[in-house]
């Protein structure tokens, strides 16, 4: 073999290490959610939420969740936040699952409240947020811990689509690894009743990999 070919299957050799074998994996800074919503209006949401495998999560105040709830950023009276959601999260100082619920009420600081930790890549764990039907706006929290609330929710009466969804947050651009599961997955009517979420929307940000299990169940995935 000439030195001339040599000298170009080097250089062939080299960019196909460049392009294969890249020198770090950006992911962006900030929040990213995979997951399902409802297209329609409904008093509450449940589900069956496993981590899948053990979450690595990269920096201190850096997290993962999968969890349930209504409301959102800007959805209350007059644009303010608002919301209430509940199921697992793990952060950087440790790689334990831990359920929790946070609240967000107009005019108050969210507050995040942890109710168990311990909880391992395979244990199921059904929760819920529902409105209570004697009681418009009051909603509470239903886990294996118990039943937290009633909260009070300002003008959240038949106003909001729930969300089920896996979330993602990262101080930089080092990647969370991920992976939850939401199995049976249900709305609840204005009567208390409750129905299987048969049909939803998708919100997926890039660098999630949602796959669905059914008509009621679904992963989501950190790519």
């Not at 049909?199 to 059914?214: I, K, N, S, V, Y």
Request: glycine share 14%.
């Amino acid at each position: 073999m000439t030195r001339a070919r040599i000298a170009v299957l080097a250089g062939v050799l080299a960019l196909a290490t460049a392009v294969l074998v890249p020198a770090a994996l950006a992911c962006p800074k900030g929040y990213s959610y995979g997951g399902l919503y409802s297209p329609t209006k409904a008093s509450g949401i449940a589900a069956s939420i496993s981590m899948l495998d053990t979450p690595a999560v990269v920096g201190g105040t850096s997290h993962v969740a999968g969890w349930v709830g209504v409301g959102g950023p800007g959805l209350g009276p007059h644009g303010e936040d608002e919301w209430l959601q509940v199921g697992l999260a793990t952060f950087g100082d440790s790689n334990e699952g831990r359920l929790y619920y946070e609240l967000a009420q107009p005019g108050h600081a969210p507050e995040y409240v942890e109710l168990a930790r311990g909880i391992v890549p395979g244990v199921k764990v059904r929760v819920a947020v529902l409105e209570l039907q004697f009681a418009r706006d009051a909603w509470i929290v239903v886990s294996p811990a118990g039943i937290s609330g009633p909260f009070y929710l300002p003008r959240s009466h038949q106003t909001w689509q729930p969300i089920a969804t896996a979330e993602s947050y990262a101080e930089t651009t080092e990647c969370n690894s991920y992976a939850y599961r939401f199995g049976g997955l249900q709305l609840a009517g204005k009567d208390g009743t409750w129905r299987s979420m048969r049909r939803a929307e998708t919100l997926q940000d890039p660098g999630w990999r949602l796959r669905r299990h059914g008509s009621s169940a679904f992963s989501a995935t950190g790519v």
